[in-house]
């Protein structure tokens, strides 16, 4: 039986425990993208004009089985960024309004907010969820007392990326909904990673990367608009719209899926990944939460600090954990050159985290070469 690891693309002289940033397509995935790539090289003009939205709806009905929703309330950007800014570009709000968030937010997507807030004077409310997280009922009560009666968004996380914690945030969104605020989560660290259902969820919008922990090519994310909505989100680039080969059927994907020529292989390869990760990532993913849960408990003795959680179900593959003050200002530099370990070291709120992501091929010897490496330095 072939071992997971040799799915995977990656140099086997370093020790990969960065996954969670931009992930590691496998090799049939990535054998799927070229051949789209080189499908599209045999005859351009009968792929973009005649083929291609066929294409893009099978993997519209793949993703949409998968994230439980439905096929025509998706479309299909590079990055959750993008995907953001163009619900941000489409608001309609007041100078008196807010914008309600965590402090645990992507830092690109809170600049993005806070260039909008300087645009239209709407107010960003970065309310605080201390650490460690303790409860459910504790979070929600901290987020919820952001709320006001001038809250008309709230944008959330589902998995945050600084701090890898799992908000739950369903009763958050059934909260927001009995107040009629609008619900906007970044996921993008959920799809392959937790499970995801966003009709259950109930959120207004949703994104999620789908070449982090789905393994896909590089630069294919997701964006679910629920149909209430599809009449008055707009792509922030106008191109041919209803005037161009886009069958839709809706005006709304018509706007958005052309916007000027791009090679958009990697979202063909989205039944692709779906399949690998059914074969060989889903039935082996426990092995992954147990051993972020290992590396918690390691860190915390090593290296002195507190866990930012405690007991629950807070992480899920990843897992962040806060440095000591005396720790080496280019300690991330150390770990690769010294010792081959990519893992990404975090300032957030003027404390510096330490995130270390576990995929399937990655296993105990990784994890023991990061415990070591750390054991020696400190």
């Not at 519209?60 to 163009?86: H, K, W, Y």
């Not at 789905?214 to 680039?237: D, E, I, R, S």
């Amino acid at each position: 039986m072939k071992n997971l690891k040799d799915y995977f693309l990656l140099d086997p002289e370093i020790i990969f425990l960065n996954h969670g940033s931009y992930g590691s397509c496998p090799e049939p995935v990535f054998t799927d993208y070229q051949n789209w790539q080189r499908n599209i090289e045999k005859q351009p003009v009968d792929f973009f004009t005649r083929q291609l939205y066929t294409y893009l709806k099978d993997s519209r009905l793949s993703m949409s089985s998968f994230i439980g929703c439905e096929e025509d309330s998706i479309l299909f950007f590079p990055n959750p960024t993008t995907a953001v800014s163009n619900i941000i570009h489409s608001l309609k709000l007041e100078p008196s309004d807010e914008i309600l968030m965590t402090n645990h937010e992507y830092g690109a997507l809170i600049r993005a907010w806070c260039s909008m807030s300087n645009k239209t004077g709407v107010r960003i409310v970065q309310q605080e969820i201390p650490i460690p997280l303790v409860s459910k009922e504790k979070f929600k009560n901290d987020f919820w007392s952001g709320v006001s009666d001038k809250t008309k968004v709230i944008f959330i996380s589902h998995i945050t990326s600084p701090t890898a914690l799992i908000f739950p945030i369903k009763e958050i969104i059934q909260m927001a909904k009995s107040k009629g605020i609008l619900t906007i989560v970044d996921g993008a660290h959920v799809p392959g990673h937790i499970p995801l259902n966003i009709n259950d969820l109930g959120c207004d919008f949703y994104t999620g990367a789908l070449h982090k922990w789905l393994c896909m090519p590089k630069g294919t994310t997701f964006l679910y608009v629920k149909k209430a909505h599809q009449n008055w989100v707009l792509p922030t680039v106008t191109s041919w719209g209803d005037k161009g080969e886009d069958p839709g059927p809706s005006n709304f994907l018509k706007e958005f899926q052309w916007q000027g020529t791009n090679d958009l292989s990697s979202f063909l390869t989205v039944p692709s990944a779906i399949n690998f990760y059914n074969k060989h990532i889903k039935q082996n993913k426990s092995e992954c939460f147990l051993l972020a849960s290992e590396a918690s408990l390691k860190f915390n003795e090593i290296l002195g600090t507190n866990r930012i959680y405690e007991g629950g179900k807070w992480i899920g593959q990843m897992v962040a954990h806060p440095l000591p003050k005396n720790a080496p200002e280019d300690l991330k530099d150390i770990l690769l050159k010294d010792f081959k370990i990519e893992i990404p070291i975090f300032e957030w709120n003027g404390i510096r985290l330490i995130r270390a992501s576990f995929q399937v091929y990655n296993d105990k010897n990784d994890l023991d070469s990061i415990v070591n490496a750390l054991s020696s330095i400190f």
